[in-house]
């Protein structure tokens, strides 16, 4: 743990010290580059300069949003003896405990700069989109915490998997509401073109937005792609800086799960900046879901980050914005793109992306359980799936490397995932090459 005032005070942004920077975002329209005004309809005016900000490399944190992260942070680095135990490796095995914080996960850390910026522009009602409800928790507390509204949209199929974060949202006084909708114009579209609909974040994105656009003083929020979220989730690798450093060690491997790099960004940023700077050569590696490979079988190109279009077109690794997942319990995993920092990186090779499939994923979480005593969210499980596989090959050589993950998140509303996987009732999903080549086809070409 570290000590109150070693909480960091700044976020890091990889933006300013990358090679090279991310392309920049297009208005559908008019394929114009966009600039930060044009998002400020959406977003809270002080989040669009973070999200275009490729030169500042350290933000401030607001003293109000300090002083909320002190609620829950410094979150553990935590030595996992008991699973380096179980695998008989002699890899050091240390994972960041994000799943402290009170919501269960990471989300938390962007939730409140978010509500918080909203807040000081004068916002009085915030709305969004979640999957797995993670991220609709986090929102609808965060914006209790500064007094906003919340309305949040669920995609459909968690609304029903998973009933208990819809009552923690509705605890804590946001309108929730399963998405495809009929109170959207997307969502109307969506319904009648396919009734059946499951939902995607895609959609709900879609239909978030649509909502901030034609409300006054409302403004949409986002959990995770965009870049000024994964610069509030540096929190994370920066605390976990120093925390090595009190334990002696540096990471040969940084490793988390993957929807849409928040998390993953959050802790491997800090340090990839000794890798662009220094010369220092810690491998990152991003884990995804097989059934939703963004990252090792998508395509590099410009897309919509949601399903009706409604987004500036994002370069990004993508499988089409069309594309469905399959009902995976990863909830939070699933959605077709990567965040355009994180995307930019890979192509550079200045990170890697691995798949896991669903079983080998809650192989892997069930043995950290039964290891170390925690339950982890079965998006976490994927980032512990690929920590278990590279301990093994230091198993294998006998190397000691030191390999640190994220634990973005605890499994104790996921039980119902859980329970499948113990009934043996969990199934894989290998994408063929054509169901996945058949969105990315479908694409625009000029949008190349
Ligand atoms: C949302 C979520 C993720 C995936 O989102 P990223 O932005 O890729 O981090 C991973 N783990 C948990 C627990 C989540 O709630």
Known sequence: MLAEEDIPRRWYNIQADMPNKPMPPLNPATREVLRAEDLFPIFAEELCRQEMNQTDAWIDMPEEVREMYKY????????????????????????????????????????????YYCRREGVTNVTTETGAGQWGASLAYAAKLFGLEAAVYQVKLSYEQKPYRRSMMQTFGAQVTPSPSMSTRAGKDILTANPNHQGSLGTAIS?????????PNCKYTLGSVLSHVTLHQTVIGLEAEKQMEMAGEYPDIVV????????FGGIAFPFMRHNILEGKTTRFIAAEPASCPKLTRGEFRYDFGDEAGYTPLLPMFTLGHNFM?????????????????????????????????????????????RSEGIIPAPESCHAIAATIREALKCKESGEEKVILFNLSGHGLIDMASYDKYLAGDLINYSLSDEQIQRNISALDKTMH
Do not use: W
Not at 82 to 100: D, M, R
Not at 209 to 214: H, I, M, N
Not at 332 to 351: E, N, P, T, W
């Open 72 to 115: 829950y942070r410094s979150t553990p680095l935590v030595r996992a003896y008991g699973l380096e135990k179980a695998l008989g490796t002699p890899a050091h095995i240390y994972f960041k405990n994000e799943s402290v914080s009170p919501m269960g996960s990471h989300k938390l850390n962007s939730a409140i700069p978010q509500a």
């Open 325 to 369: 997942p399959p009902n995976v319990h990863a909830g939070g995993l699933r959605y077709h793109g990567a965040g355009v920092i994180v995307s930019q990186l890979l192509k550079d090779g200045l990170m890697e992306a691995v798949d896991v499939e669903q079983i080998e994923s809650f192989d892997a979480g069930v043995l950290f359980a």
């Open 207 to 215: 239909e978030a937005v649509e909502l901030a656009r034609t409300t």
């Open 256 to 263: 988390a799960c993957f929807g849409g790099g928040s998390n």
